[in-house]
C-alpha cells in the first residue's frame, strides 16, 4: 500500500516538519510493502527536493502553477487528490497544522476516505486501521478506528521523529492545471519583521505574572538573544499588555515549538491546549502548585523578578560560546 505525503514548502523551503512527516509516512508505507510518494505544490529546488528523498520519499511529485501561488485549501485539495489516485495511493499524510485542516477534509470527502485528525502516533493495527491521537484538547488519549479502505491521516507537530531512510531520488511534474478554484487571492500580507508564531521552533510566553504589560523588556530580550518568537496567555491579551495574535491556547492560536518557556502563567487547562505539543516545556512560576508544572518539563519555582534577568544573562552566555 503507497502513501502520499503532502509536504507544505515555505517559499521553496522545507521545515523539520515536513521530514517529520515523510518519516511517519515512510514507515507506515514500510509496514505495508509500499512506496512513500511526497507531493509539493510551488517552486522548490532540486537540491531542497532531494531531501526529501533522504528521508524515505521514494518519488517526489511536484505541481507548479499561477493558479497554486497562493494557498488555496480548495485546489490545493483537488490537485492532491488528482496526484492520490493517479498513484494509487490509499493513504494520505499531512500535517495538523492550519494548511493541514483546510486541506485534509476535503480531500477525505474526495477520496471517499476515512479522516483521522491530530494522530500522535504509527497506526497500531492495520486491519481495521486504528490510530492513538489526543482527544478532547489532549486531556485525553483516544483510538480511532477506520472502517474506510481509505484514509487522510494528519499526524500532530512534534510526535514523530525523523528518520534517515535515504531512497533513489526522484522528481515527476504533475499537470494540475485543469483543476478549478473559486477562490481569488487578492493580495498578501506577510509579517516581515517578526518571527511568525506558529513557525517558531522557540516561543517565550508571559502570563498574568508578569504583571503589568510594561515588564516584558525582558521577556523580549530573552526571545531576541534565543531567536524566539513571544506569545502570551489569554488574560494577557485581554488586559491588553500584548496583542491578541501573540494569545495562545484553547481560543487561540495553537502552536508546538521544539522549546516553550511559560513565564507567569499558571497552566490552565485552556492554555496547555494550545502548548501541549511543544517538545520541552519550561516553566517559571512562584507558586510550587502551579498546573504548570504538571507538564513542564523543567520548572523553576521563583519570582520572574529575580528569574528572567539571570535567564537573559545564561542566554547571552551561551549564545556566545556557541
Ligand atoms: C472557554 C475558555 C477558553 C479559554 N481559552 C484560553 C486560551 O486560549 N488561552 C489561555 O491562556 N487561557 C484561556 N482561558 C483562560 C484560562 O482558563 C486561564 O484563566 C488563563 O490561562 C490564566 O492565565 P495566566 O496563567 O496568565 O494567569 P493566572 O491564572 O492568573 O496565573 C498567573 C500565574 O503567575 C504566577 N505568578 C505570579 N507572580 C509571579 C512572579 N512574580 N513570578 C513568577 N510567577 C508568578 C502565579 O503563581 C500564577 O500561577 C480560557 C478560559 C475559558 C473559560
Not at 510493502?33 to 531542497?48: F, P, S
Not at 504509527?122 to 486531556?139: E, H
Request: charged letters at 20%.
Amino acid at each position: 500500500m503507497s502513501v502520499l505525503v503532502y509536504t507544505e514548502n515555505w517559499d521553496g523551503k522545507f521545515k523539520k516538519s515536513s521530514f517529520e512527516l515523510v518519516s511517519y509516512a515512510h514507515s507506515i508505507a514500510e509496514q505495508n510493502g509500499g512506496d512513500t510518494i511526497a507531493v509539493t505544490i510551488g517552486n522548490v529546488a532540486q537540491d531542497e527536493l532531494e531531501k526529501l528523498a533522504f528521508y524515505g520519499a521514494s518519488k517526489t511529485v511536484t505541481i507548479g502553477g499561477d493558479t497554486y501561488k497562493n494557498l488555496d485549501s480548495a485546489a490545493y485539495a483537488n490537485a492532491i487528490t488528482m496526484v492520490a489516485e493517479a498513484q494509487a495511493c490509499k493513504i494520505v499524510v499531512m500535517g495538523n497544522n492550519n494548511t493541514g485542516k483546510g486541506i485534509a477534509p476535503r480531500i477525505a470527502v474526495k477520496l471517499q476516505a476515512a479522516l483521522v485528525s491530530g494522530a500522535t502516533a504509527l497506526p497500531q493495527s492495520y486491519d481495521p486501521l486504528t490510530i492513538r491521537k489526543n482527544v478532547f484538547n489532549g486531556k485525553a488519549i483516544g483510538y480511532q478506528q477506520v472502517k474506510s479502505d481509505k484514509a487522510v491521516i494528519t499526524l500532530a507537530q512534534n510526535s514523530y521523529k525523523i528518520i534517515d531512510a535515504a531512497q533513489a531520488f526522484q522528481t515527476e511534474a504533475f499537470d494540475a492545471a485543469g483543476v478549478e478554484t473559486n477562490t481569488q487571492v487578492q493580495s498578501v500580507d506577510k509579517v516581515s519583521d517578526k518571527l511568525l508564531l506558529t513557525d517558531a521552533e522557540v516561543v517565550v510566553s508571559g502570563g498574568r505574572g508578569m504583571k503589568s504589560g510594561d515588564n516584558w523588556a525582558p521577556l523580549e530580550e530573552l526571545a531576541n538573544v534565543l531567536g524566539a518568537a513571544t506569545a502570551c496567555s489569554r488574560p494577557v491579551s485581554d488586559e491588553g499588555w500584548r496583542g491578541h495574535e501573540e494569545h495562545v491556547g484553547q481560543t487561540g492560536k495553537i502552536i508546538a515549538p521544539d522549546l516553550y518557556f511559560a513565564l507567569g502563567i499558571s497552566g490552565a487547562i485552556q492554555h496547555i491546549a494550545g502548548v501541549s505539543s511543544s517538545k520541552v516545556i519550561v516553566a517559571v512560576n512562584t507558586d510550587v502548585e502551579a498546573p504548570v508544572f504538571e507538564t513542564a518539563d523543567y520548572g523553576i519555582v521563583g519570582d520572574l523578578k529575580v528569574v528572567l534577568p539571570k535567564m537573559v544573562e545564561e542566554a547571552k552566555k551561551f549564545k556566545a560560546n556557541n
